[in-house]
T-cell receptor, first 117, second 115 residues
Framework: EAGVVQSPRYKIIEKKQPVAFWCNPISGHNTLYWYLQNLGQGPELLIR????????DSQLPKDRFSAERLKGVDSTLKIQPAELGDSAVYLC???????????????FGEGSRLTVL | AQSVAQPEDQVNVAEGNPLTVKCTYSVSGNPYLFWYVQYPNRGLQFLLK??????LVKGSYGFEAEFNKSQTSFHLKKPSALVSDSALYFC?????????????FGAGTRLFVKA
């Protein structure tokens, strides 16, 4: 079974430029998460999707960040314009659980490391 | 509000010795508790979870964790550490009673196992 796939693994951009990250979750997983991980810290939730609906985006900085999961499968996270403080690893995860229940463990991709110069 | 605390930034242990990585939590209802491990430049990998039942749960790579409801703790343990266990470990809580299914992670504990 294929795991969670993220791309690109690494991205270096100059501040004020746009950037986009893509995630393909494990097949059949209805719940998709985007987390932000700063160096040496725990992941912080940016947005959670149940199928194509964003059910928790309270921590997403909506002035510059946007996300979509149009067909309820893969997802894109965008930053426009990027700032120096956005340098971090962006993790995508999926799980089989949702409003219908489930055991709840998350399966993570390898992350997209963003460096803003 | 949910919270997870990992009081140690770093744990050092000699290979072959037992290890413990501490975690305490705070939730409004009954929690699901998890441990994840992260190797350098990789995503997080699930190790084990507590849902209900036996307070001692066993997981991958010989790790186990003990749930203590009265102390609101979920410490990760291994009887004999390996150098290859050196990594970053995250405790997480998933709150199910609010219906939000939100997973909150601790700040992480770096484990160094010395040969």
């Amino acid at each position: 079974e294929a795991g969670v796939v993220q791309s690109p693994r690494y991205k270096i951009i100059e501040k004020k430029q746009p950037v986009a990250f893509w995630c393909n979750p494990i097949s059949g997983h209805n719940t998709l998460y985007w987390y932000l991980q700063n160096l040496g810290q725990g992941p912080e939730l940016l947005i959670r999707y149940e199928n194509e609906e964003a059910v928790d985006d309270s921590q997403l900085p909506k002035d510059r960040f946007s996300a979509e999961r149009l067909k309820g499968v893969d997802s894109t996270l965008k930053i426009q314009p990027a700032e120096l403080g956005d340098s971090a690893v962006y993790l995508c995860a999926s799980s089989a659980s949702g409003t219908s229940g489930g055991t709840g463990e998350l399966f993570f991709g390898e992350g997209s490391r963003l460096t803003v110069l | 509000a949910q919270s997870v605390a990992q009081p140690e930034d770093q744990v050092n242990v000699a290979e072959g010795n037992p290890l413990t990585v501490k975690c305490t939590y705070s939730v409004s209802g009954n929690p699901y508790l998890f441990w994840y491990v992260q190797y350098p430049n990789r995503g997080l990998q699930f190790l084990l979870k507590y849902i209900t039942g036996d307070n001692l749960v066993k997981g991958s790579y010989g790790f186990e964790a003990e749930f203590n409801k009265s102390q609101t703790s979920f410490h990760l343990k291994k009887p004999s550490a390996l150098v290859s266990d050196s990594a970053l470990y995250f405790c997480a809580v998933r709150d199910i009673d609010t219906g939000g299914f939100k997973t909150i992670f601790g700040a992480g504990t770096r484990l160094f196992v010395k040969a």
